[in-house]
Nanobody, 114 residues
C-alpha cells in the first residue's frame, strides 16, 4: 500500500524557516517524479517544487524559487522541502505528491504569522 506522510509543519514568524519531511512507504521514492503541493484556504492547489526520478532534476514555481529547496534521501525513502524566508502568503497545508499519479498523503499545516 502506497503511503505518504508529511510532517514538520508548524507556526513560524515571517522570515523564518521550516523543513518539511515526507516519509514514503509501499514504493521506492527515487523511482518516481515527486512534488510538493500546497493548498491555502479558499484557493486551489499549487505545485511548488518537483524532483525527477532519474537524475533528480528540480524545478520550482516562481512564488517559491530561491526560497524553497526540494530534495530526497533515497536511503530513508524520504522527500524534503527546505523553506526559508517564509512569508504570510506561504500559509497553507503542504502535501507531498507522486507527480504523475497525483497520489498525495496527509498534509502538514504551515502557518506564517507574527
Amino acid at each position: 500500500e502506497v503511503q505518504l506522510q508529511a510532517s514538520g509543519g508548524g507556526l513560524v514568524q515571517p522570515g523564518g524557516s521550516l523543513r518539511l519531511s515526507c516519509a514514503a512507504s509501499g514504493f521506492t521514492l527515487e523511482k518516481y517524479d515527486m512534488s510538493w503541493v500546497r493548498q491555502a484556504p479558499g484557493k486551489g492547489p499549487e505545485r511548488l517544487a518537483t524532483i525527477s526520478f532519474d537524475i533528480g532534476k528540480t524545478a520550482y514555481a516562481e512564488s517559491v524559487k530561491g526560497r524553497f529547496t526540494i530534495s530526497r534521501d533515497n536511503a530513508q525513502n524520504t522527500l524534503y522541502l527546505q523553506m526559508t524566508d517564509l512569508k504570510v502568503e506561504d500559509t497553507a497545508v503542504y502535501y507531498c505528491e507522486m507527480t504523475r499519479l497525483g497520489t498525495r498523503g496527509q498534509g502538514t499545516q504551515v502557518t506564517v504569522s507574527s
